[in-house]
């Protein structure tokens, strides 16, 4: 884990948002330092199948970038890894040890994972038994209920399995994602730890007191920054102590226009129906709440090519 710098701020992996071109803006705003990618299922990488590649494959411009996968066999999790570094080489493989969806809970993955730490600790020796050369790291929550705490036992025991990584979510499987997230859990875990901890939560909320003196390598950054990448830059001025102006509209336009652009490929042909959805809803987003927005978001809300959005974002310009 070369690459993590102090106070590294990650974009966090979100299905359905945190895809190529969206991780693409994160990096260019100079913003985000490092990404991860949506999670897939381990048994699909191993069915090779060219769409699940096509899924996790990145450009170089997102690196530093980890490809997150989940599954309950630690076997399985050992090959698709393996495959995973072979085809792809990112610069770290994490386990999902954190989502709540029914798919992933009712498969034994996932958050379901925190009620038994020597199964998350197979998988995570596993993985790194059979990688030559790339970091195994984890993405958990604080446990499985308030009543059922996971941390620090399962990060110790995730740390003595290989890990060089632990990303902690400070809410619990029965919290979802409401609710505040335990960053004094945070603190502790990190401070009980020799390998880089991740804090994650709403971490943007934090005072810039509470940034400045954690023990955290850095944080993670998750709904917050959806439509809004320069999330980051807000949170990086609190801990380096400088002003930070939020970006005027052209700014914005300018930005949701370059997403609209990788997500068709730089091509109004490439639109389809179902990402011309996603580029109004994302559009509507980098807009929200600066000048111009609500006459805009009618007409955004009509677009059916890359032309016509152009033509509405040029009025920002
Ligand atoms: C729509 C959505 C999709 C998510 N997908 C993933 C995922 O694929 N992998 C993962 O580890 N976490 C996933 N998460 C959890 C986030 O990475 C993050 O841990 C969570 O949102 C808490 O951070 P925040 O409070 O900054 O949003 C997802 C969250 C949301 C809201």
Same mark, same amino acid.
């Given at each position: 884990?070369?690459?993590?710098?102090?106070?590294?701020?990650?974009?966090?992996?979100?299905?359905?948002?945190?895809?190529?071109?969206?991780?693409?803006?994160?990096?260019?705003?100079?913003?985000?330092?490092?990404?991860?990618?949506?999670?897939?299922?381990?048994?699909?990488?191993?069915?090779?199948?060219?769409?699940?590649?096509?899924?996790?494959?990145?450009?170089?411009?997102? !690196?530093?970038?980890? +490809?997150?996968?989940? $599954?309950?066999?630690?076997? &399985?999790?050992?090959? @698709?890894? =393996? #495959?995973?570094?072979?085809?792809?080489?990112?610069?770290?493989?994490?386990?999902?040890?954190?989502?709540?969806?029914?798919?992933?809970?009712?498969?034994?993955?996932?958050?379901?994972?925190?009620?038994?730490?020597?199964?998350?600790?197979?998988?995570?020796?596993?993985?790194?038994?059979?990688?030559?050369?790339?970091?195994?790291?984890?993405?958990?929550?604080?446990?499985?209920?308030?009543?059922?705490?996971?941390?620090?036992?399962?990060?110790?025991?995730?740390?003595?399995?290989?890990?060089?990584?632990?990303?902690?979510?400070?809410?619990?499987?029965?919290?979802?994602?409401?609710?505040?997230?335990?960053?004094?859990?945070?603190?502790?875990?990190? !401070?009980?730890?020799? +390998?880089?901890?991740? $804090?994650?939560?709403?971490? &943007?909320?934090?005072? @810039?007191? =509470? #940034?400045?003196?954690?023990?955290?390598?850095?944080?993670?950054?998750?709904?917050?920054?959806?439509?809004?990448?320069?999330?980051?830059?807000?949170?990086?001025?609190?801990?380096?102590?400088?002003?930070?102006?939020?970006?005027?509209?052209?700014?914005?336009?300018?930005?949701?226009?370059?997403?609209?652009?990788?997500?068709?490929?730089?091509?109004?042909?490439?639109?389809?129906?179902?990402?011309?959805?996603?580029?109004?809803?994302?559009?509507?987003?980098?807009?929200?709440?600066?000048?111009?927005?609500?006459?805009?978001?009618?007409?955004?809300?009509?677009?059916?090519?890359?032309?016509?959005?152009?033509?509405?974002?040029?009025?920002?310009?």
């Amino acid at each position: 884990m070369d690459f993590l710098k102090r106070n590294f701020l990650f974009l966090a992996p979100m299905a359905g948002y945190t895809n190529g071109a969206c991780r693409r803006i994160f990096r260019e705003s100079g913003g985000a330092d490092g990404c991860v990618s949506e999670f897939v299922y381990c048994r699909a990488v191993l069915s090779e199948a060219a769409r699940v590649f096509e899924k996790m494959a990145f450009d170089d411009a997102e !690196r530093p970038f980890g +490809i997150q996968i989940f $599954g309950s066999d630690p076997s &399985e999790m050992a090959d @698709a890894a =393996s #495959l995973i570094e072979e085809r792809l080489s990112p610069d770290f493989i994490d386990v999902n040890f954190g989502c709540p969806a029914p798919n992933a809970v009712g498969a034994g993955a996932g958050s379901a994972l925190l009620r038994d730490v020597p199964r998350m600790s197979k998988i995570v020796s596993a993985m790194v038994g059979a990688l030559k050369k790339t970091p195994v790291t984890a993405k958990m929550r604080s446990g499985w209920s308030l009543g059922e705490i996971a941390v620090p036992r399962a990060a110790l025991a995730l740390q003595d399995a290989g890990a060089k990584m632990i990303t902690l979510h400070g809410r619990t499987k029965s919290q979802g994602y409401s609710g505040d997230a335990d960053w004094d859990l945070i603190e502790r875990t990190a !401070r009980s730890l020799s +390998i880089p901890l991740i $804090g994650n939560g709403s971490a &943007e909320k934090l005072a @810039a007191g =509470s #940034l400045r003196g954690s023990a955290c390598a850095g944080f993670m950054i998750g709904r917050a920054a959806l439509g809004n990448p320069w999330v980051f830059l807000k949170v990086r001025g609190e801990i380096e102590g400088r002003e930070f102006t939020p970006p005027p509209p052209s700014k914005r336009a300018r930005l949701a226009l370059r997403y609209a652009r990788l997500m068709c490929d730089g091509r109004d042909s490439g639109v389809s129906p179902e990402n011309i959805t996603h580029i109004r809803s994302q559009t509507i987003r980098f807009l929200k709440g600066g000048a111009g927005f609500k006459k805009a978001r009618v007409e955004i809300l009509k677009i059916k090519t890359l032309d016509e959005l152009e033509n509405i974002l040029c009025g920002f310009f």
